[in-house]
């Protein structure tokens, strides 16, 4: 088939766009054409750009933002995301039309309100021409404070997401698929976040992650632990920050890979005062990160892969998931992980048998003395490490993704 992938945005560090991309390469294994239309692409192949449906597009911020402003006039918003939606309309029919589409896969734009006259047009043009279209919602919007309250109801119960017969939903988490079915009557099919558990990785990656740690001058026997997140507060990163200064070592830091501003620059400018006061040497270097790879040694010259390899210790201190991409991918490379022990985690991923250090909520002697003994011995990390990625490849491989996309297609 011919389908559609249409998001706010694709290409980027973010989950969704590395889900995104996990995606596209099954369904390309399975033969289908892919088009992607976004207001961000990357590298994205057979992309088109529609600035407009960026959630930092002018525009639509101001009317998205005063949609979850109790003191703005509800008429007022209600009809200039109309008006967007009509415009952002007319272009998505042009691509649909200029590729010839059987489907649609929606990632995102339904579940979260970033971008309300995205979500509304594209779930007008699914209804009116009953386009199959498989929504793909990654985290929704009653799992944020920030969207608890609205001047717009009805538009986030017609689009966020919408009820449709030609529309097949997808959640990436148990606890996501209940909350759908208890709140909006709608079933879901759950689809864990995957990695590629059987890819080969290029012979010089152990080179270009000792040159990563070259960059950042870690001492040749210093402890390198990554947050291999955006800097977001319900990352948690403060509890990485507390974990490193109560470890006692003076040649550990902790190196933050992907960027921050998704949701302002304050967090950061708390998290770098944080680690002052502490004496934690914490490096934020998203500039130094680009998702593939590749580049010079300056600018974004380093893959997230390198950044895996070249860890001693992953943290993963999140509050709250859609599910977990950076532990995912601590487990396919098969290292040390320190992870909060966050709502998502204890539903789909604890009882499945890992061995990670675990933080509940805060940082214990108990777990100082776990992590100072993982450290110690690489013959444990080893065995773990082989023990984690058995279970990665049984629960979260592109073979899952595979076997969970054919029948969503015979489905539709």
Same mark, same amino acid.
């Not at 930092?56 to 008429?75: E, I, K, N, Y």
């Not at 943290?315 to 998931?321: G, K």
């Not at 992590?371 to 011995?377: H, I, K, N, S, V």
């Given at each position: ?58 525009? @639509?911020?101001? %009317?998205?933002?005063?949609? /979850? #402003? ?8 209600? &009809?200039?995301? +109309? *008006? ?102 709608? @079933?879901?099919? %759950?689809?864990?976040?995957? /990695? #590629? ?8 990656? &152990?080179?270009? +992650? *000792? ?202």
């Amino acid at each position: 088939m011919r389908i559609g992938v249409a998001a706010t945005r694709l290409g980027d560090v973010d989950g969704v766009s590395f889900e995104a991309i996990k995606w596209r390469r099954v369904l390309d294994g399975l033969g289908h054409q892919v088009y992607s239309c976004a207001g961000a692409l990357g590298h994205e192949p057979d992309g088109t750009l529609i600035r407009e449906m960026h959630f930092t597009h002018r525009p @639509a911020a101001l %009317v998205s933002q005063a949609a /979850f #402003d109790l003191t703005s006039d509800g008429a007022t918003v209600r &009809a200039e995301v +109309a *008006r967007q939606a009509g415009a952002l309309r007319r272009r998505l029919e042009q691509w649909l039309a200029a590729h010839s589409l059987d489907m649609l896969i929606v990632q995102n734009a339904w579940a979260i309100p970033m971008h309300l006259p995205l979500g509304l047009a594209l779930a007008r043009l699914v209804r009116d021409t009953g386009i199959p279209t498989i929504g793909h919602h990654h985290d929704y919007w009653w799992e944020r404070e920030r969207f608890a309250d609205t001047v717009v109801p009805d538009i986030l119960d017609d689009a966020f997401p919408p009820d449709l017969p030609s529309v097949r939903h997808v959640s990436i988490n148990t606890l996501a698929a209940d909350d759908l079915r208890r709140r909006r009557g709608l @079933a879901s099919t %759950v689809i864990p976040n995957v /990695f #590629d558990f059987d890819q080969q990785l290029p012979d010089n990656l &152990a080179d270009r +992650a *000792r040159l990563l740690r070259t960059e950042v001058r870690l001492p040749p026997t210093g402890l390198l632990a990554v947050q291999p997140t955006r800097v977001v507060p319900r990352k948690g990163i403060e509890l990485a920050i507390e974990l490193l200064a109560r470890l006692g070592r003076p040649d550990s830091m902790l190196l933050i890979t992907s960027p921050a501003g998704d949701e302002g620059a304050g967090y950061l400018v708390e998290l770098r005062q944080l680690a002052g006061r502490l004496g934690v040497d914490m490096r934020y270097g998203a500039n130094r990160f680009q998702p593939d790879g590749g580049g010079e040694a300056h600018g974004p010259a380093h893959s997230l892969a390198e950044a895996y390899v070249a860890a001693d210790v992953i943290t993963y201190p999140s509050l709250y998931e859609g599910f977990g991409n950076a532990l995912v991918e601590a487990v396919f490379f098969r290292k040390l992980l320190v992870v909060n022990r966050y709502p998502v985690y204890e539903a789909d991923i604890r009882p499945l048998g890992f061995r990670f250090i675990e933080l509940d909520g805060v940082v214990t002697h108990d777990v100082l003395e776990q992590l100072r003994t993982a450290l110690a011995d690489p013959d444990r990390r080893a065995a773990d490490g082989e023990h984690n990625w058995q279970l990665g490849r049984r629960h979260f491989s592109y073979e899952r993704l595979e076997r969970s996309i054919r029948e969503l297609l015979r489905g539709l």
